[in-house]
């Protein structure tokens, strides 16, 4: 283009306005639904779709964490942690496939478990399935030991070059623990013993937009006492407050969705998400203001990149993951 010409200049015959495109929020909402519409279409669908979409999830989200890193002065080895992070969640999605079954739960128009399993089954099953859990944690545990070793051996060969070697390992290291391991988790809720059932991962879907939606609308409305004026200046106490009365309300009405979970455990999963949601997103906040970066990316329009769409996810999970492996 040239540069005499403003890259904000009208075109088309002179002398007809300018046709205005979409705005911000009309592209914000398009690109939310459509985004909404391929992630619930992914976990309904089967299993495989489930893993696919999320494993590519987790591995854009750690790359985007990784080119924060590199913006503060790392060099984190980008490839072999994003490799590490496809091959622990694969090895995740695998074990609980075939451990667990390799089925889906059955759901009966009523929206309950059908298959008529006894009550002491159950527990036999609920057992096996905390030993197969416990089983199949060593892999990535495994691969995060694998990994530091590889990473140590890759900053010899690249010293002095490299800087500072274990700033870089630890850079690398941090990006696994803080997202593609919390993430992993996310399968824990999405197989029981009878096999995938993608109503958890709805649940949770829906519990995690409720907290956004109550905290935005809140926010906008009655926001007067900053949250965290440091990390995130727009965040509010009553956004907070209003986010939080909103997910455990859809708590309550999920049971429509999943009769068989108790409500006690829905008011306790809305909780675990009105409380460490909004942490996760202020921790996230925090690192894209130590390296001056306003969004993660910009594979949505108007939604920055998937680290900001996902971040709540990250303190979540661990949490839930801990109360579905106690309580089964």
Same mark, same amino acid.
């Given at each position: 283009?040239?540069?005499?010409?403003?890259?904000?200049?009208?075109?088309?015959?002179?002398?007809?306005?300018?046709?205005?495109?979409?705005?911000?929020?009309?592209?914000?909402?398009?690109?939310?639904?459509?985004?909404?519409?391929?992630?619930?279409?992914?976990?309904?669908f089967s299993p495989w779709t489930f893993g696919l979409f999320f494993a590519f999830v987790q591995a854009v989200m750690l790359w985007e964490f990784?080119?924060?890193?590199?913006?503060?002065?790392?060099k984190p080895a980008v490839w072999l942690g994003v490799a590490v992070s496809l091959l622990s969640f694969g090895a995740v999605l695998l074990a609980?496939?075939?451990?667990?079954?390799?089925?889906?739960?059955?759901?009966?128009?009523?929206?309950?478990?059908?298959?008529?399993?006894?009550?002491?089954?159950?527990?036999?099953?609920?057992?096996?399935?905390?030993?197969?859990?416990?089983?199949?944690?060593?892999?990535?545990?495994?691969?995060?030991?694998?990994?530091?070793?590889?990473?140590?051996?890759?900053?010899?060969?690249?010293?002095?070059?490299?800087?500072?070697?274990? =700033?870089? *390992?630890?850079?690398?290291?941090? /990006?696994? %623990?803080?997202?593609?391991? @919390?993430?992993?988790?996310?399968? $824990?809720? +999405?197989?029981?013993?009878?096999?995938?059932?993608y109503r958890r991962v709805i649940v949770l879907l829906f519990l995690i937009w409720s907290a956004d939606i109550g905290a935005y609308f809140a926010?906008?409305?009655?926001?007067?006492?900053?949250?965290?004026?440091?990390?995130?200046?727009?965040?509010?106490?009553?956004?907070?407050?209003?986010?939080?009365?909103? =997910?455990? *309300?859809?708590?309550?009405?999920? /049971?429509? %969705?999943?009769?068989?979970? @108790?409500?006690?455990?829905?008011? $306790?999963? +809305?909780?675990?998400?009105?409380?460490?949601?909004?942490?996760?997103?202020?921790?996230?906040?925090?690192?894209?203001?130590?390296?001056?970066?306003?969004?993660?990316?910009?594979?949505?329009?108007?939604?920055?990149?998937?680290?900001?769409?996902?971040?709540?996810?990250?303190?979540?999970?661990?949490?839930?993951?801990?109360?579905?492996?106690?309580?089964?």
């Amino acid at each position: 283009m040239s540069d005499s010409l403003p890259s904000s200049a009208p075109t088309g015959t002179p002398g007809e306005p300018a046709k205005a495109g979409p705005s911000n929020l009309q592209l914000r909402t398009i690109y939310g639904l459509l985004g909404a519409a391929l992630l619930v279409g992914s976990v309904w669908f089967s299993p495989w779709t489930f893993g696919l979409f999320f494993a590519f999830v987790q591995a854009v989200m750690l790359w985007e964490f990784y080119r924060m890193m590199e913006k503060g002065g790392s060099k984190p080895a980008v490839w072999l942690g994003v490799a590490v992070s496809l091959l622990s969640f694969g090895a995740v999605l695998l074990a609980a496939h075939y451990m667990l079954g390799g089925k889906v739960v059955p759901i009966s128009p009523a929206g309950e478990v059908t298959g008529g399993e006894a009550l002491a089954e159950h527990i036999t099953s609920s057992f096996r399935q905390g030993q197969t859990w416990a089983a199949f944690f060593a892999i990535p545990g495994c691969l995060l030991v694998l990994t530091t070793v590889a990473l140590l051996v890759r900053e010899m060969l690249a010293w002095p070059e490299h800087g500072q070697p274990f =700033t870089n *390992v630890a850079a690398t290291l941090a /990006g696994l %623990l803080y997202i593609s391991m @919390p993430m992993a988790l996310l399968i $824990v809720l +999405a197989f029981l013993p009878h096999g995938y059932d993608y109503r958890r991962v709805i649940v949770l879907l829906f519990l995690i937009w409720s907290a956004d939606i109550g905290a935005y609308f809140a926010g906008k409305t009655f926001g007067k006492h900053k949250l965290a004026p440091a990390i995130s200046p727009g965040k509010t106490w009553e956004g907070w407050a209003g986010g939080a009365v909103l =997910t455990l *309300v859809m708590g309550w009405a999920l /049971g429509y %969705l999943i009769p068989e979970l @108790p409500l006690t455990h829905r008011l $306790v999963a +809305a909780a675990v998400v009105a409380v460490f949601g909004p942490l996760g997103d202020l921790a996230e906040s925090m690192l894209k203001r130590s390296v001056d970066m306003k969004d993660s990316g910009s594979i949505m329009p108007g939604h920055g990149g998937l680290l900001d769409r996902f971040d709540a996810f990250l303190f979540v999970l661990p949490i839930l993951a801990l109360l579905q492996l106690l309580a089964g």
